[in-house]
């Protein structure tokens, strides 16, 4: 079994039933092979999460490379990501997170930092597309309303008024979306959101 399959798989292990809950016994059960194979390829626990974890970072970085890739308008590229989102949002286990942030702290403080750089940079170069194609106002300042948009997400899902279920729902990633198009669009973008607001799941 090659290495990419066991951390995906041990990634949805991952995910279904977090971190601290699932031992190594577990993953071999799960992939059919034994520790000894399993060994072969990690040297302990604390490996396998942070290679796993990584390894999901590479994924979404290129997840959004490719979306870049298909020749949409930036209204077009956000709700592409929205998809991504809504997806992700779906089978989203707070657990797994908690686990990270107590067991893992420096991996979870690396992932943060890392999410944040590559959020900061993903709707920074969004912004400079949408006001090169004249579809978000000219005059608005892309840097500072790059660090407001990943700053309201950062707050939403750390000191929010929210509760865990509505920060981690689809309506309410869909609402902060619509809610930052409708400050940086112009008329033309506007009418571009308007017909694309169906394809929000």
Not at 11 to 20: D, H, N, P, R, W
Not at 47 to 69: C, D, F, G, P
């Amino acid at each position: 079994m090659e290495l990419n399959e066991i951390l995906a798989r041990t990634f949805e292990l991952y995910y279904k039933y977090a971190i601290k809950s699932v031992t190594m016994d577990d993953v071999a059960r799960e992939l059919g092979i034994s520790k000894k194979t399993l060994y072969q390829h990690v040297t302990n626990k604390l490996e396998l999460v942070e290679m796993v974890v990584r390894s999901e970072m590479e994924k979404s970085v290129q997840r959004h490379k490719n979306i870049q890739q298909m020749n949409l308008n930036a209204i077009e590229e956000l709700f592409e990501v929205s998809k991504i989102m809504n997806e992700h949002l779906k089978k989203h286990n707070p657990a797994l997170f908690y686990d990270l942030k107590k067991y893992y702290p420096k991996l979870y403080h690396e992932i943060k930092k890392n999410k944040r750089e590559k959020t900061y940079e993903s709707v920074l170069r969004n912004l400079k597309k949408g006001i090169s194609e004249g579809l978000y106002r000219k005059e608005i300042k892309a840097e500072i309303i790059a660090k407001l948009y990943v700053s309201r997400l950062e707050q939403s899902y750390e000191e929010s008024i929210f509760s865990l279920e509505e920060i981690t729902s689809i309506e309410v990633f869909n609402e902060i979306l619509i809610y930052h198009l409708h400050g940086i669009c112009n008329e033309k973008g506007l009418e571009i959101l308007k017909g694309n607001l169906n394809k929000l799941q």
